[in-house]
C-alpha cells in the first residue's frame, strides 16, 4: 500500500493478513495513528507486521519521516561499522516512531555496479563485493534495527549481485551456485550464524540450483538456506507479483502455493487498491484449496503460521549490544563465522 493512503489495505486487515507494506517515497505526518487505527481493525492478537524499505539511498519509503540516509555503498566507503550500527538504531527509532515493525533491509547481496537500474538491481544498494564487508556493515545496521525494537529482513538470498537483470521486469538469473557458494551466500551465512531473524528469498532463478525463480524453488529454501546453512527463523518471499513470476507462468496465486510448498513462511505481493480484495481472496482460495486437495500438507501451512506469529512478536527495543558483537572486515574475525555456514 502507498504510506499515503494507508485504509487501502483495511479489508485486507480484518481479514488477518500477516502484514502490511509501505511504499512511495513519503508517509503522511499523523502515519503512527493512522496506523494505529489500522492495526485495530485486525482480529485479537493477529496486527500485521508493518513493513517498508528504508535502506538508504535509492530505497526510501518515508525519507520525509526517518531523514536522508545514505546508501548502502556510501555507508560502506565513508563509515565505521559502530557509526553504521547507530545510524541503524537511528533509523529504527524512527521507524518506531511512525508505526513501523519491520524493515525491509539491509541488503546483503554483492554488486558494484552503478545501479539501482532495469540492468543492475543493485547496485549502490549494495555495502560491497567483498563478502566479508558487505556481511560486517549489513550485519551492523541490522544490529542497530534491533536495538531500536524493528525487525530487520536481510535480502536477496542466494545472492542478487550481478544478475542478468531486474525480477521486476521478467525472468533473471543469478551468478552459477559454483560462484555464489563461494561469494554472494557469504553475507548470508554470517547473518544465519549471527542470529538474524528473517531472510527474504530472490525471484531469480540460479544457474546449477534450479531453473525455478528461487522464491518458489525448494532447492534453494530446503536445500541451501534450511538444510545447508541452518536458518531456523522466517523465510520471506520478495513480490510474488514480480515479473520474474508471471513471466515463469505463475499468476500471484499459483506463486503463493508454489512458495509455501517450497518452504516459505511469508508472502509478499503487491498490486493495485482496485484489484487487491480480489487478489488477495484468489491467493487464499488456491491456499485452501491446495491444503484440501493435499498439494500443500495442512503441518506444513501450520508450520509457516507458526513462524509469521513469531516473527511478529520480535519487534521491541532490545539492549544496544543485541544480535551479537560488531566485527571488524578489515580482520579474520569474520572469516570462521562464514566458513561455519558454507556447504
Do not use: C, W
Not at 45 to 51: S, T
Not at 57 to 77: C, F, H, K, T, Y
Not at 178 to 189: D, E
Amino acid at each position: 500500500m502507498q504510506a499515503e493512503d494507508v485504509s487501502a489495505v483495511s479489508a485486507e486487515v480484518q481479514l488477518g493478513v500477516g502484514g502490511v507494506v509501505l511504499y512511495g517515497s513519503s508517509g503522511p505526518a499523523n502515519l503512527a495513528e493512522q496506523l494505529a487505527a489500522l492495526e485495530a481493525l485486525a482480529p485479537p492478537d493477529e496486527a500485521p507486521a508493518v513493513m517498508t524499505d528504508e535502506e538508504g539511498g535509492a530505497v526510501q519509503r518515508l525519507s520525509n519521516l526517518i531523514g536522508p540516509l545514505p546508501s548502502a555503498r556510501q555507508m560502506a566507503d565513508t563509515m565505521s561499522l559502530q557509526q553504521i550500527q547507530q545510524l541503524g538504531l537511528s533509523t529504527g527509532e524512527r521507524l518506531r516512531s511512525a508505526g513501523v515493525t519491520v524493515d525491509l533491509a539491509p541488503v546483503l547481496d554483492l554488486d558494484g555496479g552503478p545501479g539501482p537500474s532495469a540492468t543492475d538491481p543493485d547496485g549502490t544498494r549494495s555495502f560491497s563485493t567483498s563478502p566479508a564487508t558487505a556481511a560486517a556493515d549489513g550485519i551492523a545496521f541490522a544490529q542497530g534495527l534491533i536495538a531500536a525494537g524493528v525487525t530487520p529482513v536481510v535480502k536477496h538470498f542466494p545472492g542478487l549481485g550481478s544478475a542478468t537483470g531486474n525480477t521486476d521486469d521478467g525472468p533473471v538469473s543469478t551468478l552459477p551456485y559454483s560462484q555464489l557458494k563461494t561469494g554472494g551466500v557469504l553475507p548470508f551465512a554470517s547473518a544465519v550464524s549471527q542470529g538474524l531473524p528473517a531472510v527474504m528469498v530472490a525471484n531469480a532463478s540460479v544457474p546449477g540450483l534450479t531453473n525455478l525463480p528461487a522464491s518458489i524453488s525448494s532447492a534453494v529454501i530446503q536445500g541451501v538456506l534450511r538444510q545447508q546453512l541452518h536458518f531456523q527463523g522466517l523465510v520471506m518471499t520478495d513480490s510474488l507479483s514480480a515479473g520474474a513470476l508471471g513471466g515463469s507462468g505463475y499468476s500471484v496465486p499459483q506463486a503463493a502455493v508454489a512458495a509455501l510448498r517450497a518452504g516459505a513462511d511469508l508472502l509478499l505481493f503487491n498490486t493495485s487498491s482496485a484489484q487487491l480484495g480480489a487478489v488477495t481472496s484468489a491467493t487464499i482460495a488456491a491456499i485452501v484449496a491446495a491444503v484440501q486437495s493435499g498439494i500443500l500438507p495442512r503441518a506444513e501451512l501450520v508450520a509457516a503460521v507458526a513462524q509469521v506469529l513469531a516473527f511478529k512478536g520480535l519487534s521491541r527495543p532490545q539492549p544496544a549490544t543485541a544480535g551479537g558483537r560488531v566485527i571488524d572486515p578489515r580482520s579474520n574475525g569474520l572469516e570462521p563465522r562464514l566458513q561455519a555456514g558454507q556447504s
